[in-house]
Nanobody, 122 residues
Framework: QVQLVESGGGLVQAGGSLRLSCAASGRTFSSYTMAWFRQAPGKERDFVAAITRTSGATYHADSVKGRFTISRDNAKNTVYLQMNSLKPEDTAVYYC???????????????WGQGTQVTVSS
């Protein structure tokens, strides 16, 4: 069982930056592929970025490539999402997710956090 708690969301102007954090419970954090998803009102939950368990290989959605960066610190049981050059269309609730297994870009993750709101004003 893994519990995930996101933090770092908030209100920011277009062009600004935020860093989201996701703290995981348990001693097996390094066993999990970690990902970030986002969901805007009335829309489906979309993949944002993911990072593999130990090699740290990453994959980012085209919509955020070059602006967002996912990273992890296995010693701190934490995964991060650095978001730069934010746009109003990035406004959404951002969710952290974990799965045992290879990186996927679907919502087929085993554990989810409660989400953190990111609002980008124009």
């Amino acid at each position: 069982q893994v519990q995930l708690v996101e933090s770092g969301g908030g209100l920011v102007q277009a062009g600004g930056s935020l860093r989201l954090s996701c703290a995981a419970s348990g001693r097996t954090f390094s066993s999990y592929t970690m990902a970030w998803f986002r969901q805007a009102p009335g829309k489906e939950r979309d993949f944002v970025a993911a990072i593999t368990r130990t090699s740290g290989a990453t994959y980012h959605a085209d919509s955020v490539k070059g602006r967002f960066t996912i990273s992890r610190d296995n010693a701190k049981n934490t995964v991060y999402l650095q978001m730069n050059s934010l746009k109003p269309e990035d406004t959404a609730v951002y969710y952290c997710a974990a799965r045992l297994g290879m990186l996927v870009t679907t919502t087929a993750y085993d554990y989810w956090g409660q989400g953190t709101q990111v609002t980008v004003s124009s």
